[in-house]
């Protein structure tokens, strides 16, 4: 069963972003903790307008817990040809359950809901390590076009 994600799928929710983080980054145990916190409730406030969260609950009763998430979010560009994008921030299918075609029910909402907006790009990042993303959403007709780069500082003493 699809549907927008609700104050109740909190928890679940932070539980499946944890699991994304840390298949990210397993070293990230701490981070994936808090960062799950923040997007789970940032996404509860943002609205409608802004912002769409969609979960795949395996069975329509409330105590059923949740195989998919999708965040996505609409991002304004001004300096781009088309101002407005979704912005796709989380898109995550716990491993028992995929390839069974949840990630592809959420996406088609997804769609459906930035078609209804006017916007016509839809964009997300992925780790270069992460073939399984990359054969995903390539299938789904999504084209690499940027690479980012990051370089991690050492800290300085502390003033």
Request: avoid cysteine.
């Amino acid at each position: 069963m699809i549907r927008e994600i609700q104050a109740e799928d909190r928890e679940a929710a932070r539980g499946l972003l944890s699991a994304l983080f840390q298949e990210i980054d397993p070293e990230s145990v701490l981070f994936a903790a808090e960062a799950s916190s923040i997007t789970t409730d940032l996404y509860l406030s943002l609205g409608p307008e802004k912002s769409l969260g969609l979960v795949y609950r395996e069975n329509p009763n409330e105590s059923a817990r949740l195989s998919s998430l999708l965040l996505a979010r609409v991002e304004e560009r001004p300096l781009r040809s088309r101002a407005r994008a979704v912005y796709i921030d989380a898109a995550y299918t716990l491993p028992d359950f995929r390839g069974r075609g949840r990630m592809t029910f959420l996406l088609d909402r997804l769609e459906i809901w930035s078609n209804d907006r006017g916007i016509e790009v839809m964009e997300l990042s992925t780790p270069l390590a992460n073939q399984t993303a990359r054969v995903f959403w390539e299938k789904r007709g999504y084209i690499p076009r940027m690479l980012t780069f990051s370089r991690e500082r050492e800290r300085g003493p502390q003033a």
